[in-house]
Nanobody
Framework: EVQLVQSGGGSVEAGGSLRLSCEAS?????LGWFRQAPGKEREGVAT????????????????NYAASAKGRFTVTQANVKSPVYLQLDNVEPADTGMYFC???????????????????WGRGTQVTVSS
């Protein structure tokens, strides 16, 4: 059974930075980051392809971002066995929520931002941004 262990998060003022990490016992295709604010649906934030080839997927390290994350968030993985990090810079109060990582998500050769495409989930970590 694949397990995902998350760390990081916390409270920060608007304009500040945080780093989240997600370590999987096994990486399967994509690693997606999602967030969920109280009373709202879970939304995709960023994805990264965590496998080495096959031809069905993009190159290792290929990333995909939601419009709200572009230019402020960065997802990285040093190699196929390393933790995946989500760097949050210039955060805004709207970034507040529970952040989850999940594996799976490969669809039509790309990592999806849709939560329904992912199979295994971490327990989440809270990010709170104050104005």
């Amino acid at each position: 059974e694949v397990q995902l262990v998350q760390s990081g998060g916390g409270s920060v003022e608007a304009g500040g930075s945080l780093r989240l990490s997600c370590e999987a016992s096994q990486y399967n295709y994509c690693l997606g980051w999602f967030r969920q604010a109280p009373g709202k649906e879970r939304e995709g934030v960023a994805t990264i392809y965590t496998s080495n080839g096959p031809s069905s997927g993009p190159a290792h390290g290929t990333t995909n971002y939601a419009a709200s994350a572009k230019g402020r968030f960065t997802v990285t993985q040093a190699n196929v066995k390393s933790p995946v990090y989500l760097q949050l810079d210039n955060v805004e109060p709207a970034d507040t929520g529970m952040y989850f990582c999940a594996t799976g998500g490969l669809r039509n050769g790309e990592c999806s931002l849709r939560s329904t495409q992912y199979r295994t989930w971490g327990r989440g970590t809270q990010v709170t941004v104050s104005s």
